[in-house]
């Protein structure tokens, strides 16, 4: 995201997929650094969230943040992805980007 934000070249991404389990910086700590970074009030960038957990809790954590638009359980599939992108246009729509 940095390189798309200092290279003019590079456009910053309407859409992150993220995923919660990664190994150095898992997908909370990612939105905590997005936020403290300013970059939802920068930027119409719009985010799911993947997991392969059952934990309610990661669902209820993710609708803290209003950029997340989906919560997918892995693996991801091509209906996943359409029921994503569909999301996003409803946000984009609802929200007037």
Do not use: C, W
């Amino acid at each position: 995201m940095r390189d798309a934000e200092v290279n003019q070249d590079t456009a910053f991404p309407d859409l992150i997929l993220l995923d919660i389990s990664m190994p150095k910086l898992d997908g909370f700590d990612f939105l905590a650094s997005y936020y403290e970074l300013g970059y939802p009030q920068r930027y119409n960038s719009f985010i799911s969230m993947f997991t392969s957990s059952d934990d309610q809790e990661h669902v209820e954590r993710a609708r803290k943040y209003d950029v997340v638009v989906g919560f997918i359980k892995k693996p991801l599939s091509i209906p996943s992805l359409n029921a994503i992108l569909e999301l996003q246009a409803i946000s984009r729509t609802e929200n007037k980007i």
